[in-house]
């Protein structure tokens, strides 16, 4: 078979199990194309020992008649998950070295379901970043350029490895993790699908944490088809994790069938925001009326609070981030800074955070600290406690109204220019306007590939869903992939 | 509020962040550009809306208090920049 690593996960399925190809040829296809992607800087360890190894083992499987959906394919997992005995470093320095001696959960159901791991993928230093230009391995590139230029673009952060990886086919999928839009932002700006679901789905065990209320694992995938697919091996209960949920997970690819008549889609005004670009306008009403089109009722609704979520988040995220981070301290593992004659364990502490962060995860600490410090905890954190609050109320009141799915626009702009100078540290946070929503309020969200822009850069919606219904969004949101017929790849330049 | 030179060095300190004494400006501005954009919250009256604790409205589990791990000393020590005689290494803590 030509073009192996084109495939999706559905096709790789089939073919695997029709015997038309095997594990070990689709992953050393996969590794062959990695290793011609440099330039990308998407996959930061590469681990193809274990990947043979494990191809071979899903073949055995695949032989033996008795392989899950995911068996033999092979995934990039986000460098945020901690691999057993493979470097995780969450893009930074403070973890050089570190070996865990664990498995996440979510790679560790993926690595039982038999699915391939080929490496680990670049990402903003511990997924603090819109534009994946905070790690420590450097810029990861979006394998899409605008026109005719040449200039290397951003794919997008904190996942931006695994959405390069992924939309430049050096991988099936890829794994990712959203804090305040970090798998559907990077997936709407490279052209492929980025599923959240909704908080408590999948396992934060063994996922270095940033900010613990509002992290979520999730796939990121060329269709539909395959977010349903992978996504379902992700989640599940897992007693290391206490706020992991103990429900069911249903058979989302069975739930695909694209009908989506009688359904009511919400239609937020407070998105339609000021300076929006005509082409986002036009690509979110143009993805309505496909909806339209296809049977549901599209209702106008109101989300108040909307413009309070980022300043909320910008407290709440940074809060969670200071008390997670505490633990990079130089004893325990990763980095320690080389300390001078008389320096005791405070300087060590001091300089081994100084060394080891880089600035905007220092910057976060920092500002974690100060609103969390003696006199500002009730201006700040608790204010901002409560704006959480009344922004998760403003989805359950359009929920309840009968409500079943919200569509918005996934980014305000298509992929940006790596290396542009931004002196407000405000301007980047604002990439995430459209998603941070939804990480507060703890629901699904997906972002769909529906167009390309004047430059022919992709650009995307997102579909808000109902809490644990990540079936009914997944069906949504694959009625909006048909409707839209996406099918643009990358010119190959590199 | 504004947050001066004093106050990031307290911060930092906090922290546990070193921040050299050249760069305590700078910071004080990026805190401020930051909280400037947090000060939008007070636009809302919160009085009487309790703060979110929990992200869904779950009970946490519970199970018997008892051990269920341990006994990994290697595994625990194996990452640590100086690690001797089965302890973590740090430099002199009491004079």
Same mark, same amino acid.
């Given at each position: 078979?030509?073009?192996?690593?084109?495939?999706?996960?559905?096709?790789?399925?089939?073919?695997?199990?029709?015997?038309?190809?095997?594990?070990?040829?689709?992953?050393?296809?996969?590794?062959?194309?990695?290793?011609?992607?440099?330039?990308?800087?998407?996959?930061?360890?590469?681990?193809?020992?274990?990947?043979?190894?494990?191809?071979?083992?899903?073949?055995?499987?695949?032989?033996?008649?008795?392989?899950?959906?995911?068996?033999?394919?092979?995934? =990039? $997992?986000?460098? &945020?998950?901690? %691999?057993? *005995?493979?470097? +995780?470093?969450? @893009?930074?320095?403070?973890?050089?070295?570190? !070996?865990?001696?664990?498995?996440?959960?979510?790679?560790?159901?993926?690595?039982?379901?038999?699915?391939?791991?080929?490496?680990?993928?670049?990402?903003?230093?511990?997924?603090?970043?819109?534009?994946?230009?905070?790690?420590?391995?450097?810029?990861?590139?979006?394998?899409?350029?605008?026109?005719?230029?040449?200039?290397?673009?951003?794919?997008?952060?904190?996942?931006?490895?695994?959405?390069?990886?992924?939309?430049?086919?050096?991988?099936?999928?890829?794994?990712?993790?959203?804090?305040?839009?970090?798998?559907?932002?990077?997936?709407?700006?490279? =052209? $492929?699908?980025? &599923?959240?679901? %909704?908080? *408590?789905?999948? +396992?934060?065990? @063994?996922?270095?944490?940033?900010?613990?209320? !509002?992290?979520?694992?999730?796939?990121?995938?060329?269709?539909?088809?395959?977010?349903?697919?992978?996504?379902?091996?992700?989640?599940?209960?897992?007693?290391?994790?206490?706020?992991?949920?103990?429900?069911?997970?249903?058979?989302?690819?069975?739930?695909?069938?694209?009908?989506?008549?009688?359904?009511?889609?919400?239609?937020?005004?407070?998105?339609?925001?000021?300076?929006?670009?005509?082409?986002?306008?036009?690509?979110?009403?143009?993805?309505?009326?496909?909806?339209?089109?296809?049977?549901?009722?599209?209702?106008?609704?109101?989300?108040?609070?909307?413009?309070?979520? &980022?300043?909320?988040?910008?407290?709440?995220?940074?809060?969670?981030?200071?008390?997670?981070?505490?633990?990079?301290?130089?004893?325990?593992?990763?980095?320690?800074?080389?300390?001078?004659?008389?320096?005791?364990?405070?300087?060590?502490?001091?300089?081994?955070?100084?060394?080891?962060?880089?600035?905007?995860?220092?910057?976060?600490?920092?500002?974690?600290?100060?609103?969390?410090?003696?006199?500002?905890?009730?201006?700040?954190?608790?204010?901002?406690?409560?704006?959480?609050?009344?922004?998760?109320?403003?989805?359950?009141?359009?929920?309840?109204?009968?409500?079943?799915?919200?569509?918005?626009?996934?980014?305000?702009?298509?992929?940006?220019?790596?290396?542009?100078?931004?002196?407000?540290?405000?301007?980047?946070?604002?990439?995430?306007?459209?998603?941070?929503?939804?990480?507060?309020?703890?629901?699904?969200?997906?972002?769909?590939?529906?167009?390309?822009?004047?430059?022919?850069?992709?650009?995307?919606?997102?579909?808000?869903?109902?809490?644990?219904?990540?079936?009914?969004?997944?069906?949504?949101?694959?009625?909006?992939?048909?409707?839209?017929?996406?099918?643009?790849?990358?010119?190959?330049?590199? | 509020?504004?947050?001066?030179?004093?106050?990031?060095?307290?911060?930092?300190?906090?922290?546990?962040?070193?921040?050299?004494?050249?760069?305590?400006?700078?910071?004080?501005?990026?805190?401020?550009?930051?909280?400037?954009?947090?000060?939008?919250?007070?636009?809302?009256?919160?009085?009487?809306?309790?703060?979110?604790?929990?992200?869904?409205?779950?009970?946490?589990?519970?199970?018997?208090?008892?051990?269920?791990?341990?006994?990994?000393?290697?595994?625990?020590?194996?990452?640590?920049?100086?690690?001797?005689?089965?302890?973590?290494?740090?430099?002199?803590?009491?004079?």
């Amino acid at each position: 078979m030509s073009d192996l690593t084109r495939l999706t996960i559905a096709e790789a399925r089939d073919a695997l199990r029709k015997g038309e190809t095997t594990s070990v040829e689709l992953t050393e296809a996969c590794l062959a194309a990695i290793e011609a992607a440099g330039v990308l800087g998407a996959v930061v360890h590469k681990t193809p020992e274990i990947a043979l190894e494990r191809a071979r083992a899903a073949d055995a499987r695949l032989a033996a008649g008795e392989a899950p959906s995911m068996c033999g394919i092979p995934v =990039g $997992i986000k460098d &945020l998950f901690c %691999t057993e *005995g493979v470097a +995780s470093q969450a @893009g930074s320095k403070i973890l050089e070295g570190f !070996l865990p001696p664990y498995e996440s959960t979510v790679s560790g159901q993926l690595k039982d379901a038999g699915a391939v791991m080929l490496g680990k993928l670049n990402m903003d230093e511990f997924a603090m970043g819109s534009s994946n230009e905070t790690s420590v391995y450097g810029n990861a590139v979006n394998p899409w350029r605008a026109g005719n230029s040449e200039a290397a673009l951003t794919p997008g952060g904190s996942s931006g490895g695994s959405a390069a990886a992924v939309a430049a086919d050096l991988c099936l999928a890829a794994t990712g993790t959203d804090t305040g839009g970090s798998i559907r932002q990077p997936a709407a700006l490279t =052209g $492929i699908v980025g &599923l959240k679901p %909704t908080y *408590g789905r999948c +396992s934060r065990w @063994g996922i270095i944490a940033f900010a613990s209320s !509002l992290d979520q694992a999730g796939p990121m995938t060329k269709t539909v088809r395959d977010a349903a697919i992978m996504g379902a091996v992700m989640m599940g209960h897992d007693p290391k994790d206490s706020t992991s949920a103990d429900l069911p997970v249903p058979d989302f690819e069975a739930m695909l069938t694209g009908d989506i008549r009688g359904k009511v889609i919400g239609i937020p005004r407070e998105y339609r925001m000021d300076g929006m670009p005509q082409e986002i306008e036009t690509l979110w009403s143009e993805g309505a009326e496909m909806l339209r089109d296809a049977g549901a009722k599209l209702r106008d609704i109101s989300l108040p609070h909307t413009k309070y979520a &980022l300043p909320a988040y910008y407290v709440i995220a940074p809060a969670e981030a200071s008390s997670n981070l505490a633990r990079y301290d130089g004893v325990r593992y990763g980095y320690r800074a080389p300390l001078s004659q008389g320096d005791g364990v405070t300087e060590m502490y001091e300089k081994t955070r100084a060394e080891g962060f880089g600035p905007e995860v220092r910057r976060r600490v920092m500002v974690g600290t100060y609103v969390l410090s003696a006199g500002f905890y009730d201006a700040y954190y608790n204010r901002a406690r409560k704006v959480r609050a009344l922004i998760k109320r403003d989805f359950e009141e359009v929920f309840d109204a009968g409500i079943d799915a919200i569509l918005t626009p996934a980014t305000p702009s298509a992929a940006f220019e790596l290396g542009r100078e931004i002196s407000d540290p405000v301007e980047m946070y604002l990439n995430d306007v459209f998603t941070v929503t939804v990480n507060l309020a703890g629901l699904p969200g997906i972002a769909v590939p529906t167009g390309l822009d004047r430059q022919g850069l992709p650009l995307g919606l997102q579909l808000i869903g109902r809490p644990w219904e990540e079936g009914d969004l997944l069906n949504t949101a694959y009625a909006l992939e048909q409707a839209a017929g996406f099918v643009a790849k990358p010119p190959k330049w590199w | 509020m504004s947050i001066d030179k004093d106050t990031a060095a307290k911060v930092a300190k906090l922290a546990r962040i070193k921040v050299e004494d050249s760069e305590l400006d700078a910071l004080a501005g990026e805190f401020n550009a930051i909280l400037g954009f947090i000060e939008q919250l007070n636009e809302l009256d919160v009085d009487d809306v309790e703060p979110m604790t929990s992200v869904t409205p779950m009970r946490l589990k519970r199970r018997e208090d008892v051990v269920t791990d341990g006994n990994q000393q290697d595994k625990v020590l194996a990452n640590a920049p100086d690690a001797r005689e089965g302890f973590f290494a740090v430099p002199k803590v009491v004079e």
